[in-house]
Structures are given as C-alpha cells and as structure tokens.
T-cell receptor, first 118, second 114 residues
Framework: AQKITQTQPGMFVQEKEAVTLDCTYD???????LFWYKQPSSGEMIFLIY??????QNATEGRYSLNFQKARKSANLVISASQLGDSAMYFCAMRRPDSGGSNYKLTFGKGTLLTVNP | KAGVTQTPRYLIKTRGQQVTLSCSPISGHRSVSWYQQTPGQGLQFLFE???????NKGNFPGRFSGRQFSNSRSEMNVSTLELGDSALYLC?????????????FGQGTRLTVV
C-alpha cells in the first residue's frame, strides 16, 4: 500500500517566487521521520530537509522549510525565492519502523517535477 | 570525503542475460540500500544490507539478489533480465537506519534491457 502520497505530478513557478510541494503520509507509528530529497536530471538524490514526528517546530534549512501538520499527516515542502537551479524532481520520504521495530525503512512518494521559469 | 559510488553508470543488456551492479558506500557507513526507479512506479525499495546481513527486503522476485562485503561495498544481481527491469538503480548508504538517519545516494546505474 502506498504510504507516501504526492498529488502534484508537476508544478511550475516563476523565478524568485515561493512554491509549496505537497506530501501526505499514512502510518500508525508514533515514531517516524520525514525527509525531502531533490533529484536533478543527473540522477543523484540530494537530501534537503528532515522533520521528526516528535519535533514541535517546523524544520528549516536555508530556503527550504517543512510545513508539518501531524494531525493531518502532511509534510509539505516550501521553497522560498525559487531559482532556476531548483528545477528538478522532489521526493517526500518517510522512515518508519519495520516489522521488527528496530530498523527504520525509508520509503518514497512518486515525486513532483518542479519547473522554475525565468 | 568521497560520496557513494555506483558502477557502471550505464548498461545495456539483452533480455535473458544477467547483470551485476556495484555500490561503494561512504567510508564508515555500514548500511547500504538499493532502490529501483522507473517513471511508472517511482522509487521502489529492493533491499537493505547492514554489516553483510540482509536486514530488509522489498517486494521483488527472487531474480533480484544482493550481497554486502566486509568492507561494506555491495553488489546487486539481476538474473534472467526482462524488458521491465529497465530502470535507474540507486544505491544509498547510511551510518545505520535510525529514524533520523540521512541516506546518501549515488548517481545510479541506468540499466536498459533490449
């Protein structure tokens, strides 16, 4: 069953504007971690930002911030002041305990292709 | 510090053949995970190795196998290749697999089966 849902296959934004990429997740675990990765056309996945399930404040990393709404099970990525180099695929991911409970397996959503227009 | 290295970067194989992909993790990282990425299915987890032991396995047929060596380098093997195995195969290394453990990815091996 799909645990991570990214409803926007593609998004467009003008350079210097802000954009929000949506992510909802499904888990009954209390302890889990949420990640966002960027994948440029070169293929390598680049870590952007992390949010823990018990973190009360939204995570921020430079121009990236994570809008974490635990009750809604959403973890949207906000990119401020978009740059042309932000054009890439963006993946939301979650680490949740495996069946043994001691390891946290990382699973991904299907991604959103962001295009930044000049 | 060197990143995750995957070899080869590109590969073309014929249906029915077998293939071995290699992944060298970041020095000190003992966990290596493999993912298959296709346009239709996205990123799908194949398996995870930690200290030479397979710790988790995704929902793939037995044609997909892997192993990890004592130096943490990992290989994955696909036997009897099918056209649907064409994909980008990504390797990720991490110190462990805790809740907030960041995974570092290689650039992937793009496999084309003809």
């Amino acid at each position: 069953a799909q645990k991570i849902t990214q409803t926007q296959p593609g998004m467009f934004v003008q350079e210097k504007e802000a954009v929000t990429l949506d992510c909802t997740y499904d888990t009954s675990d209390q302890s889990y971690g949420l990640f966002w990765y960027k994948q440029p056309s070169s293929g390598e996945m680049i870590f952007l930002i992390y949010q823990g399930s018990y973190d009360e404040q939204n995570a921020t990393e430079g121009r990236y911030s994570l809008n974490f709404q635990k009750a809604r099970k959403s973890a949207n990525l906000v990119i401020s002041a978009s740059q042309l180099g932000d054009s890439a695929m963006y993946f939301c991911a979650m680490r949740r305990p495996d069946s043994g409970g001691s390891n946290y397996k990382l699973t991904f959503g299907k991604g959103t292709l962001l295009t930044v227009n000049p | 510090k060197a990143g995750v290295t995957q070899t080869p970067r590109y590969l073309i194989k014929t249906r029915g053949q077998q293939v071995t992909l290699s992944c060298s993790p970041i020095s000190g990282h003992r966990s290596v995970s493999w993912y298959q990425q296709t346009p239709g299915q996205g990123l799908q987890f194949l398996f995870e190795y930690f200290s030479e032991t397979q710790r988790n396995k995704g929902n793939f047929p037995g044609r997909f196998s892997g192993r990890q060596f004592s130096n943490s380098r990992s290989e994955m093997n696909v036997s009897t290749l099918e056209l649907g195995d064409s994909a980008l195969y990504l390797c990720a290394s991490s110190l462990g697999s805790g809740k907030r453990t960041e995974a570092f990815f290689g650039q992937g091996t793009r496999l084309t089966v003809v």
